[in-house]
């Protein structure tokens, strides 16, 4: 699951993973096998995921994470909500950069003020994507 929370982390969902490029940058015939070798195998392991999940009707916390993602990169430019003046968001040297897409989003969206707190120093969540660099991605 390393693998599937590191491309979440970085806000690679399924239509994501489906059209990346996960290639070695060599310009070579033995590059180009192991791109697509690695691209079929990382596709293949993600659709098999989502139908393992559908056959259980399970729902994970990154299909909730992709939909905000799809919703946040689509044409839709209203949401059934009141009008947000302040968005305020706690312990953000914890979020990721899928995160960070999200509220950039709903703050443009929503055309309200963002207001981030936290402390770099106490990140804790290195190990699902968050990163010290949050407050410059954010930037």
Same mark, same amino acid.
């Given at each position: 699951? !390393?693998?599937?929370?590191? +491309? ?20 070579s015939? #033995? ?9 079929? !195998? ?9 139908i &393992?999940?559908? #056959? ?10 992709? #939909?905000?993602?799809? +919703?946040? !990169?689509?044409?839709?430019?209203? +949401?059934?909500?009141?009008k947000l ?22 703050q ?25 660099s949050?407050?410059?991605?954010? &930037?």
């Amino acid at each position: 699951m !390393l693998l599937w929370d590191k +491309l979440h982390s970085q806000g690679f969902f399924r239509e994501d993973i489906y059209a990346a490029d996960f290639g070695v940058s060599s310009n070579s015939k #033995e590059s180009d096998d192991i791109n697509t070798n690695l691209h079929e !195998l990382i596709v293949e392991a993600e659709k098999r995921y989502q139908i &393992i999940k559908q #056959e259980n009707n399970a729902y994970a916390i990154d299909d909730i994470k992709s #939909e905000v993602n799809a +919703l946040s !990169l689509s044409e839709t430019k209203q +949401l059934r909500c009141k009008k947000l003046r302040y968005l305020f968001v706690d312990e953000f040297q914890d979020t990721d950069n899928g995160q960070i897409q999200c509220l950039v989003w709903l703050q443009q969206l929503m055309k309200c003020q963002l207001f981030v707190v936290g402390d770099v120093k106490q990140s804790i969540y290195r190990f699902r994507g968050a990163d010290e660099s949050a407050f410059d991605e954010l &930037i």
